[in-house]
């Protein structure tokens, strides 16, 4: 079973700032791995897939880098709306999501 | 628009039964497999059960296996979960969620609906 690891736990920025989230995977999952975005009280929303697509919707400022074992999501500019929680995911034998990160402002 | 929207969850006492619903639109429902993922409170995100399109395959989680059943009506638009033997470690939020065209992803959630196992 692959397990997804991802770091920070909590990350501090202001906005303006540029974010980077990591998540690496026990071992080679290719480039399949998707980001969520889950704002409080909402359902999580697809942002990135296959590792550096960006979803239908989504700003030119979210993107996504990696492959094989360690990935990336990089906020660009930080904006006041994506202070949220961030989850990597990735389907082997099943569905696997990361523990998430905590994006807060600082 | 595609739109999910689950109902169905509540208060229930350990070892009851619940039968969730999420009834889908703007999209051809039978084309895609259809998945619940659930959220116990302060908790991340876990892949329950999913369906193929024609209900023809069904997977489980091995943390609900033999206890819920993954269903859908394609007649309807509807997809299902019911969930028996319930557990506090089975309150949770519990999202409807469509799969991507190739299985890996999930593109579309509901809002989700809340269920809690409490005597």
């Known amino acids: 079973e692959i397990v997804l690891t991802q770091s920070p736990a909590t990350l501090s920025l202001s906005p303006g700032e540029r974010a980077t989230l990591s998540c690496r995977a026990s071992?080679?999952?290719?480039?399949?791995l998707a980001w969520y975005q889950q704002k409080p009280g909402q359902a999580p929303r697809l942002l990135i897939y296959d590792a550096s697509n960006r979803a239908t919707g989504i700003p030119a400022r979210f993107s996504g880098g990696g492959s094989g074992t360690d990935f990336t999501l990089t906020i660009g500019s930080l904006e006041p709306e994506d202070f949220a929680v961030y989850y990597c995911?990735?389907?082997?034998?099943?569905?696997?999501f990361g523990q998430g990160t905590r994006l807060e402002i600082k | 628009e595609v739109q999910l929207v689950e109902s169905g969850g509540g208060l229930v006492k350990p070892g009851g039964s619940l039968r969730l619903s999420c009834a889908a639109s703007g999209f051809t429902f039978s084309g895609y497999n259809m998945n619940w993922v659930r959220q116990a409170p302060g908790k991340g995100l876990e892949w329950v059960s999913s369906i193929t399109g024609r209900g023809t395959y069904i997977y489980y989680a091995d943390s609900v296996r033999g206890r819920f059943t993954i269903s859908r009506d394609n007649a309807k638009n509807s997809l299902y979960l019911q969930l028996n033997s319930l557990g506090a470690e089975d309150t949770a939020i519990y999202y409807c969620?469509?799969?991507?065209?190739?299985?890996?992803?999930?593109?579309?959630w509901g809002q989700g609906t809340l269920v809690t196992v409490s005597s």
């Open positions: 071992q080679s999952v290719s480039n399949y």
């Open positions: 969620a469509r799969a991507s065209n190739n299985w890996n992803y999930f593109d579309y």
């Open positions: 995911q990735h389907r082997s034998n099943w569905f696997t």
